[in-house]
């Protein structure tokens, strides 16, 4: 499977998204009704499984939902389905949250942290004994609360976000949570920048319109240029721009799996980094210039000389 590769599509107003078709054997997703509209929606494929995310309108407002979908290496494996639904608020405090989630992979490489970060009361944490858990946070919108636990085991990291009920369920909520209990899907930590980039462009196009809805850190984020990643042999390296109390930064990763690497620059050494880099190239590029000239000179005198 891909590492994180993505795709988005709008839809037509009152047309149902054909793109559940993909997962053939998989329980079908009900049929939405008259007074529920599907905006847009977005696909990330993750290692060997894909998500789902799509826009959504019905009466009570906007609201996204995404699936997680599991599909075996047979073609008569069982596929697997997971699903979770946030209203626009909520999508935009998980992006910022995401956020926090992608500078703490990078910052702890391979190594991991020395010690155990605690979690919340109510995270899964407890529920798998073999997994650590390397960072946990908490939302708490629309009477709902979410929990994301970054965790680890034999496999690798990944990223579980859960959804639970804070109170008793209204009868408002149901049109967009449905009556499934507790939620969750888990996310790679390799896909992490994708899936956040992929929740970023729904929000831009879609999000609350009402300031008061969105957390302050959105705001500024959505100011931010947009994350980029491009592949080289074996190695992929993301370039993700983000901001702290220090600034604005831009986080470098290299990828070749299993290993990682991350440097962070500041806005103010930009320009810098940007000159050495062609300063480099350019030196490099007359090199191998005078390089491909001296073999081009040197092969007559050589043959003139085998002549004679």
């Known amino acids: 499977g891909s590492l994180g590769s993505s795709g988005s599509r709008r839809i037509p107003d009152g047309s149902p998204g054909d793109h559940h078709r993909v997962t053939a054997g998989a329980e079908p997703p009900p049929r939405p009704g008259g007074d529920i509209q599907e ?5 990330v494929d993750i290692q060997k499984k894909r998500f789902y995310l799509d826009v ?3 009466v009570r407002g906007r609201f996204l939902k995404i699936a997680e979908v599991w599909i075996g290496r047979g073609r008569q494996d069982t596929v697997r389905k997971s699903k979770l639904t946030v209203s626009m608020s909520a999508a935009a405090a998980l992006r910022c949250c995401l956020g926090h989630f992608i500078d703490h992979y990078a910052r702890i490489g391979l190594h991991g942290p020395q010690r155990r970060s605690p979690s919340p009361e109510g995270s899964a944490a407890s529920d798998d004994p073999g997994h650590r858990v390397l960072k946990s946070e908490f939302i708490e919108r629309d009477n709902r609360k979410y929990f994301l636990d970054l965790k ?6 990944f990223l579980r976000i859960r959804q639970t009920v804070s109170g008793t369920r209204g009868a ?3 049109g967009f949570y449905g009556a499934g209990a507790e939620p969750s899907i888990v996310l790679p930590a390799q896909g992490l920048i994708e899936f956040r980039d992929a929740l970023s462009q729904l929000i831009h196009d879609y999000g609350d319109q009402d300031g008061d809805e969105r957390p302050p850190e959105a705001e500024d984020s959505a100011e931010l240029p947009e994350a980029a990643s491009f592949r080289v042999d074996n190695k992929r390296f993301y370039f993700d721009v983000g901001s702290n109390r220090f600034g604005v930064f831009l986080k470098i990763s290299e990828v070749r799996q299993p290993y990682r690497n991350t440097i962070t620059v500041p806005l103010k050494a930009w320009s810098r980094f940007g000159e050495s880099f062609i300063r480099y190239e ?3 590029r007359r090199i191998f210039c005078c390089h491909r000239e001296k073999r081009t000179d040197e092969g007559p005198e050589v043959n003139d000389e085998h002549i004679h």
Request: charged share 40%; no cysteine.
């Open 282 to 284: 350019e030196e490099m």
């Open 152 to 157: 680890e085991n034999q496999r690798g990291r």
């Open 39 to 43: 905006l847009a929606s977005k696909r």
């Open 172 to 174: 408002g909520t149901m």
């Open 56 to 58: 959504k309108q019905s």
